[in-house]
């Protein structure tokens, strides 16, 4: 299948280190960035895994946008099969609590950008041998997995943007918002899941950005293309 012509043109642009963004292209130049992308994979037992659908492609498409812009950029990503962006240094993670692990080991940073789809929660105690069938149900016992967003944004040493992203079913807006205000971001953006052309699993998105006392509405398109409209977003606030 071809890919969308947004998309063509981006991986051209990335080959020739250009970018048709009106903003320069080393505008993040001198600036550390760090991307988390991707799922995260919550071991049942040898054999089983708890999970979602993240794909990464936008998270790899921001750390591609920002490297071109030229960022340093450090990318943190869950389990995806997915090039590495040219001149983006990788770090692999399966688990929220391996993720929590490179994002922190990856500081200080200026900018930290939290795409990636962690998991809320784990198996308390996974098990060491593959769970075998035996009654009509079973009950998993689960705990929290550390809050990476709130803890980077809770370290302000260094960093001058923490950037979220809110997956939502539902209530988009009003999701988004709150998880703005309540883990101290700077800026958050939010996307409708589980709609056809869009979200998990695409190559095509639609989201809206929120701070404080603003919000941007981008027009929907590829990712290649939406990663660009972000880091342009990311720049003005910067200075902002």
């Keep these: ?42 071991d049942l ?58 994002v922190f080991a ?18 308390r105690m996974p098990a060491a041998n593959k769970i075998k069938k035996s009654n009509e149900s079973l009950a998993l016992d689960l705990v929290r997995t550390p809050d990476i967003l709130s803890e980077v944004a809770a370290q ?4 001058k943007l923490v950037v979220g992203f809110a997956a939502e079913t539902e209530n988009v807006a009003g999701y988004a918002r709150g998880k703005l205000v309540a883990k101290h971001l700077d800026l958050i953006v939010a996307n409708r899941v589980g709609v056809a052309d869009g979200g998990f699993e695409s190559d095509q998105n639609a989201m809206t950005a929120y701070w404080q006392d603003g919000e941007r509405t981008f027009t929907p398109g590829a990712k290649t293309r939406l990663a660009d409209d972000l880091i342009d977003l990311i720049v003005e606030r910067l200075d902002a």
């Design 1 to 42: 299948r071809l890919s969308e012509p947004e998309a063509i043109i981006a991986s051209l642009a990335a080959s020739t280190g250009s970018s048709a963004s009106p903003v320069a292209n080393r505008a993040l130049a001198g600036l550390r960035v760090v991307v988390s992308a991707g799922p995260t994979y919550e």
């Design 45 to 102: 037992d040898p054999v089983r895994y708890l999970g979602n659908r993240s794909s990464g492609k936008m998270g790899f498409a921001i750390a591609d946008s920002a490297r071109r812009r030229g960022a340093e950029v450090v990318l943190v990503a869950g389990p995806v099969h997915l090039a590495t962006p040219p001149g983006v240094r990788r770090v692999d993670v399966r688990s929220a609590a391996q993720m929590h692990q490179a």
């Design 106 to 123: 990856a500081f200080p940073a200026d900018i930290y950008i939290g795409a990636a789809a962690v998991a809320d929660y784990t198996p």
């Design 156 to 159: 302000a040493e260094g960093l």
